[in-house]
């Protein structure tokens, strides 16, 4: 039972961890907004809630002398996946704090950068909030108010692995992963369900038909020999006018 609390302790923080991270990329872009910046406060707050939770918990259970070897070889391995996923929030809280001093909202000092990326980030952050519809606040201080305590928010991350470490002794290298790398890419589970939301890069090219890719494909082989024996011919011809003239 706590073995399965545990796992659906850190599928949630995992979760809102990425959300979090596809968020961070618009950040300074085009996509950038005022409500990108209160679903970036949202979302890692909740982050922070649930890497909190999930400390607790893990560290309860690896200090329990009577628990089987072979739970705390599964607990020791969940306890590794979750400092990672806290080393990769701490790294885009980072980023969002730099980039939010260089891009600010209300007196922007500087262009947005044209990176191509279109779409709302509604989705992604109602998907980390495990909520319908998101609800925005009118904060005219975000740009400073808000840095202020993600400034703040990243000395307490820093501060909780390093009491993590301290606590729990657990070195990565000697955790054993218990499948191979890349076994998720090859899961069947549908994209709807797995899938944290990304934002749109531009729009979906059309599909060809089969039939229709072959015959451009072959096309293109033509031109391809038809250029290289033009380009071999006028080679010739200008070596030869070259040795006659000499």
């Known amino acids: 039972m706590g073995k399965d609390e545990c796992k659906t302790m850190l599928d949630a923080l995992n979760k809102v961890t990425a959300c979090y991270r596809h968020l961070v990329i618009a950040l300074g872009s085009t996509s950038d907004s005022q409500n990108l910046r ?79 990326m279109t779409g709302s980030t509604t989705t992604v952050a109602a998907r980390a909030m495990s ?58 589970m549908s994209v709807g369900n797995s899938s944290v939301g990304v934002i749109s890069i531009c729009e979906e090219e059309p599909k060809e038909e089969e039939g229709g890719g072959s015959r451009d494909s072959g096309i293109a082989s033509v031109c391809a020999v038809f250029v290289f024996v033009v380009i071999l011919a006028s080679a010739g011809i200008l070596g030869y006018l070259v040795v006659n003239m000499s």
């Open 38 to 116: 209160e679903e970036l406060k949202k979302t890692r707050k909740k982050a922070q809630e649930l890497a909190v939770a999930n400390r607790t918990k893990l560290t309860s259970l690896l200090k329990d002398k009577s628990i089987s070897k072979e739970d705390r070889a599964e607990y020791e391995r969940l306890w590794v996946l979750f400092s990672s996923s806290m080393e990769l929030l701490e790294v885009d809280m980072k980023r969002s704090l730099e980039i939010g001093q260089d891009f600010p909202i209300k007196v922007p000092t500087r262009h947005f950068i044209q990176t191509g």
């Open 131 to 188: 909520v319908q519809n998101m609800k925005y606040e009118a904060d005219s201080n975000i740009d400073t108010v808000d840095l202020r305590e993600l400034q703040s928010e990243i000395t307490q991350v820093t501060q909780m692995m390093e009491e993590m470490e301290m606590k729990v002794q657990v070195a990565p290298w000697a955790v054993e992963a218990k499948q191979e790398a890349g076994a998720e890419l090859k899961s069947n």
